[in-house]
């Protein structure tokens, strides 16, 4: 079935500095990748859609200069949290289309701003 | 904007009991309407979906119903399970693909 490996699972960081995320779709061409943060005990809430070849979108009101989104390919997607604070601290998931409505998820990144 | 209710936030059962949850979408182009479970710390998990022209599906112990009308549709676990103990979402979907999920609900099955 089709698979999104995302990476690192976790990452403690320090203030101020900067952390990428990636996403890959192992076996299947992902023209969408869509990026989630969760907070303990809270929904998924969509940051941005992030198309293979152009701009992301982003959702109303998350920083697009903060979260830098990179899908320079069919099968990467990478997400940049600049200048990192404590609050940015979260659940970071991903997720592709693999088909009309296939969804698969990668497995997340615990991020941690010290 | 779009948005979809989930309840109840947290639900207890008895090992056996069934378990019902119940979502509400507002946007009326919404078509695909999946379930997911996510345990602790891992990545949701689909376990059944449901498309705007099907009133009901079930995979065994689980099933999904849609009201269109209403713009209700709701996740029946039966023969509940420990197992099935997580917190479940619910998403809405259209042409877009840009899921709208609910806002979770954290089911405990008591053995």
């Known amino acids: 079935g089709a698979v999104v490996s995302q990476h690192p699972s976790w990452v403690i960081c320090k203030s101020g500095t900067s952390v990428k995320i990636e996403c890959r779709s192992l076996d299947f061409q992902a023209t969408t990748m869509f990026w989630y943060r969760q907070f303990p005990k809270q929904s998924l809430m969509l940051m941005a859609t992030s198309n293979e070849g152009s701009k992301a979108t982003y959702e109303q009101g998350v920083e697009k200069d903060k979260f830098l989104i990179n899908h320079a390919s069919l099968t990467l997607s990478t997400l940049t949290v600049t200048s990192a604070h404590p609050e940015d601290s979260s659940f970071y998931i991903c997720s592709a289309r693999a088909g009309t409505y296939g969804y698969t998820f990668g497995s997340g990144t615990r991020l941690t701003v010290v | 904007g779009e948005n979809v209710e989930q309840h109840p936030s947290t639900l207890s059962v008895q090992e056996g009991d069934s378990a019902v949850i119940k979502c509400t979408y507002s946007d009326s182009a919404s078509n695909y309407f999946p379930w997911y479970k996510q345990e602790l710390g891992k990545r949701p998990q689909l376990i059944i979906d449901?498309?705007?022209?099907?009133g009901e599906k079930k995979d065994q112990r689980i099933a999904v119903t849609l009201n269109k009308t209403a713009k209700h549709f709701s996740l029946h676990i039966t023969e509940t399970q420990p197992e099935d103990s997580a917190v479940y979402f619910c998403?809405?979907?259209?042409?877009?693909?840009?899921?709208?999920f609910g806002t979770g609900t954290r089911l405990k099955v008591l053995a």
């Open positions: 998403a809405a979907a259209s042409g877009t693909y840009k899921y709208i």
């Open positions: 449901i498309r705007s022209n099907v």
